[in-house]
């Protein structure tokens, strides 16, 4: 079969990886000359250690999926490096414990560590804790390079085209498949159109499904120069256990009655989230912004919260920030699916919304993709 995938973020592409890999042919149209959405603004964080008891086999699938496209594609950047999530507070620490002893534990790789041993797994961390969540299931990618690094390896398979500074226009559904009109006045025929337009919520998302049951959520993020050392996990805060749902549960109900977050984080729904690059700089973040119209600039409390939670933790000073910069993801409205798949015509389909672990799931979602048509 011939797919024409529209958008070039890693959902476009990991829907282009699972057809290639089942034999079929491929030409992905991304509108920019290179892709700025969701994707290239994001941790890169391969994120289990809070993902639902429901969403939880399909994290671990999508991790495992991850492994297997690095064992090809090295230069996506996979480590398994685990994550650490850092507690600072008696309630914190009933969360951690809660997580550490819940039925799920074994499968996330949860293990609740003392300050020593913390600091013997991750010898950057010399700050004030109580405590360290170890998950050996969360990983990272490099966002920015595996986008061209997966073009590359699909590329060398003959089956696969890219088209860059190329926006989909229109998609008519035919007998026998789909066209797809170009802002260049070309026109690709194929059997299937997946359109991932990510956050395009409107134009073409709209003119083929309407309204669909997604919002879009803004974050701010932030890069540092290089540390100097090796950060051997990713480090989250104890403000991390209230965003994500597999903490669910009697002790996170009691951190969120009797310790309030900072002012700064609560205006802003933050959490620390901070994973070295490759190049030793640590990507450090975030914020949760709901209500449209978002912001064009960036506020900066928010930074000044992230700064000073992590040099807590660290116990040292920051190296220099030397980037700053808002992203947006598109959530679906529906808590029970990973993403937002809606059928347009009878041979195009819309895909999109799987929220803050996009990157996490992609894999997973490609491939399910690929079940449901039968590819
Ligand atoms: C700041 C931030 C941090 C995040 N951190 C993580 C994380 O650590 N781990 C995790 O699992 N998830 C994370 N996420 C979520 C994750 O990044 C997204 O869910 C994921 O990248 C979405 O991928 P996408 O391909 O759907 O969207 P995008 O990456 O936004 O790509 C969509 C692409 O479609 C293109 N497009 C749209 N319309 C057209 C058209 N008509 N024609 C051609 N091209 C079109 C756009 O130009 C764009 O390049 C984060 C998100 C943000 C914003």
Not at 78 to 101: C, D, K
Not at 164 to 187: C, F, I, L
Not at 312 to 337: C, F, M, N
Request: glycine share 10%; hydrophobic share 40%; aromatic share 6%.
């Amino acid at each position: 079969m011939r797919l024409v995938i529209i958008g070039g973020g890693i959902l476009g592409t990991a829907h282009a990886v699972a057809a290639v890999d089942r034999g079929h042919d491929v030409v992905q149209l991304e509108r920019e000359p290179e892709a700025r959405g969701a994707t290239v603004r994001n941790f890169g964080l391969v994120w289990v250690s809070g993902r639902s008891e429901a969403e939880l086999d399909h994290a671990l699938r999508a991790r495992a999926l991850w492994e297997k496209i690095a064992a090809e594609v090295p230069r996506i950047g996979f480590r398994p490096a685990g994550s650490l999530t850092m507690v600072r507070t008696p309630q914190e620490l009933a969360v951690a414990e809660a997580a550490a002893a819940g039925s799920s534990a074994e499968a996330r790789g949860f293990t609740l560590l003392e300050p020593e041993r913390v600091r013997a797994l991750n010898p950057a961390l010399r700050g004030t804790f109580l405590a360290g969540l170890h998950c050996s299931q969360d990983a990272a990618v490099e966002s920015r390079q595996a986008l061209p690094a997966l073009r590359d390896h699909l590329t060398a398979t003959g089956r696969y085209a890219f088209h860059p500074a190329t926006e989909a226009r229109s998609v008519t559904d035919t007998e026998s498949g789909a066209t797809v009109r170009d802002d260049h006045g070309r026109t690709f025929h194929a059997d299937v159109v997946l359109v991932c337009p990510g956050d395009a919520h409107n134009g073409l998302t709209r003119e083929l499904v309407g309204a669909i049951p997604v919002r879009r959520v803004r974050l701010q993020m932030m890069q540092t120069a290089a540390l100097g050392e090796p950060l051997t996990t990713a480090v989250a805060d104890g403000d991390s256990f209230r965003y994500y749902p597999g903490y669910a549960g009697s002790a996170l109900d009691t951190l969120n009655r009797d310790q309030a977050q900072t002012p700064t984080a609560a205006e802003h729904k933050m959490q620390l989230l901070c994973v070295q690059r490759l190049h030793g700089g640590l990507t450090i973040g975030d914020t949760h912004e709901y209500a449209e119209p978002f912001a064009f600039d960036v506020d900066e409390a928010p930074y000044q919260h992230l700064e000073s939670v992590a040099e807590e933790l660290l116990g040292r000073k920051l190296p220099p920030i030397v980037r700053r910069w808002a992203g947006t993801y598109s959530q679906s409205l529906d808590p029970d699916t990973i993403a937002t798949r809606a059928q347009a015509d009878r041979h195009v389909w819309v895909i999109t919304g799987p929220g803050g672990r996009g990157m996490t799931l992609s894999t997973v979602i490609g491939e399910d993709t690929a079940d449901l048509l039968d590819l």
